[in-house]
């Protein structure tokens, strides 16, 4: 059952084969079960009973859409009425957000099923999801191993088969390595798309929501559902959302696939390069044609982006001061003790150091040296796609340069880490769209993902081309042992 | 050595928004703590702020007022630093790019009008309010406030004493008043002034250090708080000691100020553009809009005063500092047969004391323009004497009726009889020998003894040019 497409789900659910209910006891048994994975912080077991028993109403009464009834496991970022939401920190760990975000909003007004909230870096801060003062999540792949980050939880649900369907977000790469490490389809939908009300601010310039599944058409038939203006979010797009779904069917042939230089060079696991471009061949064998591209600023994106993201941060994090809500310290001596005990003993290590980063670059005397350059770069990088789109409809690469590492291998070298998301993040400074997709396996039997960067707005190219494919590759039907 | 005073102001006025600048929570005074606080206002995690675009239009309004440059491209800012009272841990604002950029504004001075430079007006959000009565040793946060939007004036160091600061400060206060777009009310904080205020010997080109005084919630405590400053200053440099940079706090009680931070202590604000919110973009036709919707303006209506009532530059700038005074005195003149100097004389004058005495608003008088014009019609037609018509606007205010109703209930109307007034002089003469031999000896000042003497047997209702002509004529025979 848990292995069946959200498509596969909506026609067995229209024809009574099985119930709403009966499809979220099931995942919320696997939940439990594999509760080692620690991919939830909370599981919404409740809720999603209620929403079941009324999906199902809906369905009886010939009411339902293709996600009515179908379960979804929520990103703890994304605000959820009366649920903890912790963003994987200390500081929000008795938090129940008295709201619901546009998102999940959106998600249940469609019917589906919240099963839980899932396990993330702290703040979406990492890529290994070992930031979470939940605890480390584990990769079903090989439970040694990190599962990627920051949208952890939701790729390790999702390729644990413990919910269809996963919501993420991602300010560098937080949706699309993770589904990489993870064997997913992860799609970063453009800067706009979706709504950024009541999904807690990282870097309020870089976040976008999207979301994690196993195969590009659930990712096209939930990401439409996600999609569209919210007058609450004034960096919301009020332009009409395309038909995912139905272009997904198209032919690729002539489509002009961009290979930039930067992304085939020295710091990309043999393993990865290879299964990458096996993956393009497959591409062309399909019809696309390929074209070498420059992307010659990509080199700064990872600076670029450490002083952006970490400047934005310093400001989002500073309403966390124990003053209203949240986790506050025991014991202070005075109203500027309260919120240095408060935020010490609230935030996790890489947190403060982004706060503290960030902190740094936008103070008077050195604003200019580094926020400034840095948007200056970001203009660049962001000229760099828009020339290269000039000659392509999409670009490709591998979208880490490696394979899920050791749970802890990275940990005392913060810059290594940062690496992870080399090919992901200038996708966010630039506000494109892009997509990971499982495109082969490395010696060590784990997913290689194949990035697809489309151009702004164009979600649905890249779905296309991701949907092709899998449809001549199924390298997105493999699962990891002891899940099936 | 003779020291030369340099005030520049930033005035932060609240504007008359129905809700805040970044949200749909109400912005009215008053309500009980929190009630008024949204998920924006207290900054629940994931909330974005979304502009409220008649803020802007008020402040274009202002911008317009002063003849100042409007940015049709301006950008908010978030200004970080944390305090109980500020939710987000940052204000948002604008820093580089305002809404407002340079304008004017024209103050009268004992030296003749003068123009004082605005350097720019920006849009930002109120913080909310610490509480520390009765709580327990506790402080509490009310965030009814945060979120209502401001509009911050700064100006340029034009003023030279602390009476052209406070005559700016009530041009402006007027000012916004008659646009409409801030209650002005400085007890409830819609309208707060700081002060920076520096010292330089006369024919200094350069600027002396100064010092932002904050807190200063009445025109009196401005004067007040800037002429203490002053001295302070003056006696520090003339004691070869040196003003420190720094913000003091006006205390009112004691009537100082004191330090509340130095320069080095002073925060580090970490200015940078909102990335929540886009550059806001203003079209011509939104402007165009606002332009057209001004109403006269005061300073616009008083050259108006001077021209067509022939009024004197003093007094029309009194009348028209507040629209509602002015209003009141343009329906009193266009009603009575007076003339407009003295309906201005009655406005600025008896009833200008009495609201002051009863601290009542213009707004909420009860004795209308046609009441009022009724009376200085009855000085006109000589049915009262100017002295008695005061008598009968007392009366008026006390609610005892109508001018008519009064005259006729205590008998007020003057006595214009010649015949009556003759026989009351010849009286008032054959009883006063000794002062009528006194005139005759050329001792002019005696004839106030006799039209006293003449009133008070009519109790003040003889016609006074009568009285005049007939002792006159009596006494020179």
């Not at chain 1, 963003?87 to 975000?101: H, K, T, V």
Request: aromatic share 8%.
């Amino acid at each position: 059952m848990h292995q069946k497409s959200i498509a596969e789900h909506a026609n067995s659910l229209a024809k009574g084969e099985y119930s709403s209910v009966e499809l979220t006891e099931h995942f919320l048994k696997r939940i439990e079960s594999n509760s080692d994975l620690n991919a939830f912080i909370t599981v919404t077991d409740q809720l999603a009973r209620e929403q079941a028993t009324q999906a199902d109403q809906l369905i009886k009464a010939g009411k339902a859409g293709l996600l009515t009834g179908i379960p979804i496991a929520q990103k703890d970022l994304l605000c959820a009425k009366g649920v903890l939401t912790t963003c994987g920190s200390r500081i929000l760990e008795n938090f129940i957000s008295p709201y619901d975000a546009t998102v999940i909003t959106k998600l249940h007004e469609q019917g589906m099923v919240t099963l839980g909230k899932t396990n993330m870096d702290e703040f979406a801060m990492g890529s290994s999801n070992e930031t979470s003062f939940y605890g480390p999540v584990k990769n079903p792949w090989d439970l040694e191993r990190v599962p990627g980050g920051s949208s952890g939880g939701s790729a390790a649900a999702v390729a644990a088969m413990l919910a269809p369907v996963a919501t993420a977000t991602d300010t560098g790469g937080s949706i699309r390595q993770p589904a990489a490490l993870c064997g997913l389809t992860g799609i970063k939908p453009s800067y706009g798309r979706v709504s950024r009300f009541g999904m807690v601010a990282f870097a309020s310039s870089l976040d976008q929501a999207g979301v994690i599944t196993r195969n590009a058409e659930d990712a096209a038939l939930v990401l439409a559902a996600m999609s569209g203006f919210d007058p609450r979010d004034s960096t919301s797009l009020d332009v009409p959302v395309p038909d995912y779904v139905a272009s997904l069917q198209d032919s690729i042939k002539g489509k002009v696939i961009g290979l930039p230089k930067e992304f085939f060079g020295d710091g990309v696991e043999p393993d990865v390069a290879d299964a990458v471009q096996a993956s393009i061949r497959e591409l062309e064998a399909l019809g696309a044609k390929t074209i070498e591209v420059e992307l010659p600023n990509s080199e700064v994106g990872i600076p670029c982006y450490y002083v952006l993201a970490p400047a934005e941060a310093s400001s989002n994090l500073s309403r966390f001061d124990g003053v209203r809500y949240g986790f506050r310290a025991d014991e202070y001596l005075d109203l500027n003790d309260m919120y240095e005990q408060t935020r010490a003993q609230g935030f996790g290590e890489e947190v403060q150091r982004r706060i503290m980063i960030g902190t740094y670059v936008l103070s008077s005397g050195y604003y200019d040296a580094y926020y400034i350059k840095a948007q200056k770069l970001r203009r660049l990088i962001s000229d760099d796609f828009t020339k290269a789109f000039e000659k392509c409809d999409l670009i490709a690469g591998p979208t880490a340069p490696d394979t899920a590492f050791r749970i802890g291998d990275k940990n005392d070298d913060p810059v290594a880490m940062y690496l992870n998301d080399i090919f992901t993040n200038s996708v966010n400074l630039a506000g494109l769209p892009g997509i990971s997709v499982a495109a082969g396996m490395d010696r060590k039997n784990l997913p290689v993902g194949l990035h697809l960067i489309g151009r702004y707005l164009d979600e649905s190219t890249i779905l296309n081309v991701a949907h092709q494919f899998q449809r001549a590759t199924g390298w997105h039907l493999k699962m990891p042992g002891g899940y099936e | 050595m003779q020291w030369e005073t340099v005030i520049g102001l930033e005035i932060h006025v609240q504007l008359q928004t129905r809700s805040k600048i970044f949200s749909g929570a109400s912005t009215a005074y008053g309500a009980e703590p929190n009630t008024q606080a949204c998920d924006v206002s207290i900054a629940l995690p994931g909330v974005l702020p979304v502009m409220n675009i008649e803020a802007a239009r008020l402040a274009v309004k202002f911008g317009l007022a002063i003849g100042a440059q409007i940015n049709r491209r301006s950008v908010f800012a978030r200004k970080n630093y944390f305090y109980p009272d500020l939710p987000k841990g940052y204000q948002i604002s604008q820093f580089e790019i305002p809404i407002v950029g340079k304008g004017a504004i024209e103050i009268e001075t004992p030296d003749g009008p003068k123009s004082v430079g605005i350097t720019r007006a920006h849009l930002e959000e109120d913080a909310g309010k610490s509480l520390h009565e009765n709580l327990d040793g506790q402080s509490g946060i009310d965030l009814n406030r945060a979120g209502t939007p401001l509009i911050e004036i700064v100006s340029d160091p034009d003023m030279r004493s602390a009476t052209e600061a406070v005559s700016y400060l009530r041009k402006l206060h007027s000012l916004v008043r008659y646009l409409g777009i801030s209650d002005g009310n400085m007890q409830e904080g819609s309208f707060r002034c700081d002060a920076n205020v520096s010292i330089r010997p006369f024919g200094q080109e350069e600027y002396g250090t100064r010092a932002e005084i904050k807190n200063i919630n009445s025109f009196r405590f401005v004067e007040k708080a800037i002429n203490y400053e002053v001295d302070r200053q003056i006696d520090l440099l003339e004691d070869d000691s040196k003003v420190i940079q720094e913000t003091r706090l006006y205390d009112a009680d004691k009537d100082e100020t004191r330090s509340m931070r130095s320069k080095e202590e002073a925060h580090d604000y970490r200015y940078f553009p909102d990335p929540d919110l886009p550059p806001m973009v203003l079209d011509d036709a939104f402007i165009a809009e606002i332009l057209e919707s001004l109403p006269e303006l005061p300073h616009q209506r008083q050259l108006r005063f001077v021209k067509e009532f022939e009024l004197n530059a003093r007094d029309a700038d009194q009348l028209t500092s507040d629209r509602a005074l002015a209003d009141y005195f343009e329906s009193l003149q266009a009603l009575t047969k007076v003339s407009p100097r003295i309906a201005s004389n009655w406005v600025l004058g008896d009833l200008s004391a009495a609201l002051n005495q009863s601290e009542i608003e213009i707004t909420d008088i009860r004795i209308s323009a046609k009441e009022l014009a009724t009376l200085l019609d009855r000085i006109e037609d000589k049915t009262i004497s100017g002295k008695i018509a005061k008598e009968v606007f007392t009366a008026m205010w006390n609610g005892e009726g109508s001018a008519d109703q009064i005259i006729k209930s205590k008998g007020l109307k003057q006595i214009t009889d010649t015949d009556a007034i003759e026989s009351i002089v010849e009286q008032v003469l054959a009883e006063s020998e000794e002062q009528v031999l006194q005139y005759r000896d050329g001792n002019q000042k005696v004839i106030g003894y006799f039209v006293g003497q003449i009133m008070k047997k009519t109790a003040g209702k003889a016609n006074p040019q009568q009285v005049n002509e007939i002792l006159r004529n009596k006494l020179g025979q």
